[in-house]
Every structure is written in structure tokens, then in C-alpha cells.
């Protein structure tokens, strides 16, 4: 692959981090803020950070790649107040990194330190607490982006609020964005964690509310019948102290994993690797802030052992009223159609919903299978996707590339509204991804 920078295009196959969708796509790598005005006004584009969207959120067969690796710098840094300008393709392992030697964190990191900052909010993004610190949204302060017809544009709650707004859980169509404004927090140095063992994702629900001010909260169940819902309930409290003791480091998750020739994920190796994840939630200790905040660098076998035909994560966040009715038809569903889950896993919201940003009151379960192959499979995700939209589910965008068009209206009651606060300031579907353009936005 070419690694050319500028405004030559280098033609260059793209895939999903859940490996669901691939294009060969023309790919330019500016390095310069000129580069990113060359492009003709009316060319398709779409921004590329990390690599590491789940569905293709970041390329599209006939759009122009803007890839912003090049834009990875710390501009500015007020130790006082904890402000951070940063570049939107500064990643957010590496910004991490960077807080926590000065005393200070961003409280809402994604799973993947490969992100790019500009990926988070294009997401808007959850951590590993959203009931307490929210989305992505929270702690940006500012915007700097590009609009092909517009040029140059500041935004901020306060300058232009309404497209400041759109961007989060935008996907790249209000504008190629440039750098941001962060705002941190006081940091942990470290974590002290703890398990609660689970019977069912109803008793983990009630752990999870229980445990709600805790700055680091989700669980882990089994998916399997007879067992379904079985799992751990893990939390992290600050450390008071700040030593962790003996605590192995890995190195960050790649943008892309090499997959192994076949899955491991069958009905044996999904029991395997269910009771070795049991076995690990119940380890207590204190373990870096760093480490705690990325706990998908330990998991790169388990991506890996997808396969070929990679994964599909599905996660829904269901409203309080309903999510006992719904957990007891899924379970109905998984006992009737026996699919293959490797993990689900469970986090607690007390957000207000905004345009397409995965937020609300709620828990929320994300349900990770193989690529739906096997009529068993595909007939499960199909019931899921039906049962969650009876229960008023509300699904998250950016992780399930079996959505499509016809069901987001069905998910979002202000669909049409969404739709159009979005292409209000893309009309000429400019800005468009695989993504955006399988679920109609």
C-alpha cells in the first residue's frame, strides 16, 4: 500500500475493525491544513481517524478517504484548568497518556485506544460509566472544522450551537473536523477493581444501579442457553493509595487484526473462553488507570478468533420499564434458536437521547456473535432487532452493521427531524460513508 502523502490519491482496500464491509476506495493522506481545501467542492469525501470503526463508518467504495493520521498533534495545554487542544486525528490512547503524566483524564475514553479524537466525537462516544460522566459530548468544549463550501468554521455550545451539536453523533456529515477542545478531569492513578457474580442480566441490571457512582462499571455475561445471562458485575474505585503492584502491560490494540483461518467461536470454543472470562472478572486489584480505561488490549485473540468472516455486535439500550419484559423474550428466543453468542456484554445510561447518539435511561446490552452465516444466526439477529424495537430500544449506530434502512424509523421517533438536522449542512450528500449511506442518512 502506498503510504503517499498529500493530495495524491492512493487506491487502497478498506475494511471494518468487525471486518462486515470492505471497499477499494481512493484514499488521499494530507499532511498539510492546504491539502485539506484541495479537493473540489462538490467531491465525495468522507474523514478517516483511527481505522477502527466497527461498520465503515470512515470509507466508502466512490468517496474520497481523507485520512488526518497526519493530524495527530497536542497544540495546546492548561495544567490549571485542565483544557486540551488537540488535532482530530490525535488518538485517544496517546491523549490518555499524555493527561494522566500531568494529573489529569478524559472521563469518557472508548474501548479501542486507536481512536481518533475525531472519531470520538464523531460517534460521541460512551466510556466505562456513562450513567455518571455521559457521552463523548460532555467534555468538548470546541470544534474546529472544514466545510467544503463553508471553509473554516469555529463551533462551540455558544458559536453556531446548532452545528456544534450535530457533529456529535454525526458520522462525518456536518464537516471534516480539525481539532477540538477538551475538557478534563482530575485523574485516578490507578483503580481498585472488584466482581459481583451475576445469575441474570436481571440481577445485573439491579448490581449495575446499585453501583451507579462508580467511575468504572459494566458486566460480562454468558450468552448461552441454559446458562444465558450468567456473569460478573466488574467496578473500579479509585485507588487511594495509587500503587498497583504487579500488572502486566499490553501494547495497544491494532487497526486491524489478523484473523485466524477459521472461528474459534463455536459451540466449544464459546464455552472455553465463557468460563475463562468468568474466571477473570472475579481477579481483584489495583491496576493502572491506563490499563482499566483499555481493557480490549488484552482481547486481541478473542477478535481474532472470529475468523474471516469477522463479527457482529449488536447493543441496545433498553428503557428501565422494559427491560425485564425484554431480557425474558430473548432468552425465549436464544433457548428456541440456540445462536452463537461469545459474550454479552452490560453498561448502565442516565443520558437524555439526542438526534442518533447512543444515550437514554437505561441498560444497555451489546451482544457479540460471528458474522451471521448460519440461518440459525441470521434468524436471531432478526428477532433481537424486532424485539428491541417492541421494548423501545434504541440501537447504537456505530457498532451493528446488520441494521438497515428500513428499521432506523422504527428505532427513532424524531427519525425524519434527525435526518435532516444532520443534511442540513451537507445537502449535497458531500460527506458520505459505507455506513451512513446502508442506514439512509
Known amino acids: 500500500m502506498s503510504r503517499k502523502r498529500g493530495f495524491a490519491l492512493a487506491e487502497t482496500q478498506l475494511a471494518s475493525f468487525d471486518r462486515s464491509t470492505t471497499a477499494r476506495c481512493h484514499v488521499q493522506r494530507p499532511d498539510r491544513y492546504r491539502l485539506l481545501e484541495a479537493l473540489p467542492a462538490d467531491a465525495r469525501r468522507i474523514t478517516r481517524g483511527g481505522g477502527v470503526s466497527f461498520v465503515g463508518a470512515s470509507f466508502a467504495h466512490d468517496s474520497v478517504v481523507q485520512e488526518m493520521g497526519a493530524f495527530d498533534r497536542l497544540l495546546e495545554f492548561d495544567p490549571e484548568q485542565g483544557r486540551l487542544t488537540v488535532e482530530a486525528g490525535a488518538r485517544i490512547g496517546d491523549v490518555t497518556r499524555f493527561a494522566l503524566s500531568r494529573g489529569w483524564m478524559l472521563p469518557v475514553v472508548p474501548g479501542h485506544p486507536r481512536a481518533s479524537i475525531g472519531g470520538c466525537i464523531a460517534a460521541d462516544v460512551h466510556g466505562k460509566n ?23 468554521v469555529q463551533l462551540g455550545p455558544n458559536q453556531d450551537a446548532d452545528h456544534f451539536a450535530a457533529c456529535f453523533a454525526g458520522f462525518g456529515i456536518p464537516g471534516l473536523m480539525v481539532r477540538a477542545r477538551l475538557r478534563l478531569v482530575p485523574a485516578a492513578q490507578a483503580y481498585s477493581l472488584r466482581s459481583i457474580a451475576v445469575a441474570n442480566l436481571v440481577e445485573a441490571a439491579e448490581v449495575l444501579r446499585s453501583h451507579a457512582n462508580a467511575p468504572l462499571l459494566y458486566g460480562w455475561h454468558d450468552g448461552r442457553a441454559g446458562r444465558f ?7 473500579g474505585l479509585e485507588a487511594k493509595d495509587g500503587t498497583t503492584g504487579k500488572h502486566r502491560t499490553y501494547p495497544d490494540l491494532p487497526e486491524t487484526i489478523a484473523p485466524w483461518p477459521i472461528t474459534a467461536w463455536n459451540r466449544i470454543g464459546i464455552a472455553a473462553m465463557n468460563r475463562w472470562v468468568r474466571h477473570r472478572q472475579f481477579v481483584a486489584g489495583q491496576v493502572p488507570t491506563a490499563a482499566a480505561l483499555f481493557p480490549l488490549n488484552e482481547a ?25 419484559e425484554f431480557v425474558a423474550a430473548l432468552e425465549a428466543e436464544v ?12 453498561k448502565l445510561f442516565e443520558g437524555k437521547p439526542t438526534g442518533f447518539s447512543f444515550d437514554g435511561s437505561g441498560i444497555a446490552l451489546a451482544i457479540q456473535m460471528p ?17 428491541a424495537i417492541i421494548h423501545g430500544g434504541r440501537p447504537n449506530l ?11 424509523p422504527r428505532c427513532f421517533a424524531d427519525f425524519d427531524n ?7 449542512f451537507d445537502p449535497a450528500h458531500a460527506q458520505e460513508s459505507a455506513m451512513t449511506r446502508r442506514l439512509g442518512l
Open 130 to 152: 456513562p450513567a455518571r460522566d455521559g457521552t463523548f459530548r460532555q467534555h468538548v468544549e470546541g470544534i474546529e472544522l472544514f466545510d467544503a463550501q463553508a471553509g473554516w
Open 229 to 235: 445471562g450468567r456473569g460478573a458485575i466488574r467496578f
Open 300 to 324: 486481541r485473540r478473542y477478535f481474532a478468533g472470529f475468523g474471516k468472516h469477522g463479527m457482529n455486535e449488536a447493543q441496545w439500550l433498553l428503557p428501565h420499564a422494559s427491560y425485564a
Open 335 to 346: 433457548r428456541r434458536l440456540r445462536p452463537r453468542i461469545s459474550l454479552i456484554a452490560s
Open 371 to 387: 458474522q451471521p452465516r448460519q440461518r440459525e444466526q441470521a434468524a436471531f439477529i432478526e428477532s433481537l432487532t424486532e424485539l
Open 398 to 408: 456505530i457498532k451493528d452493521s446488520s441494521l438497515q434502512a428500513a428499521t432506523l
Open 418 to 424: 434527525a435526518r435532516n438536522a444532520l443534511r442540513r
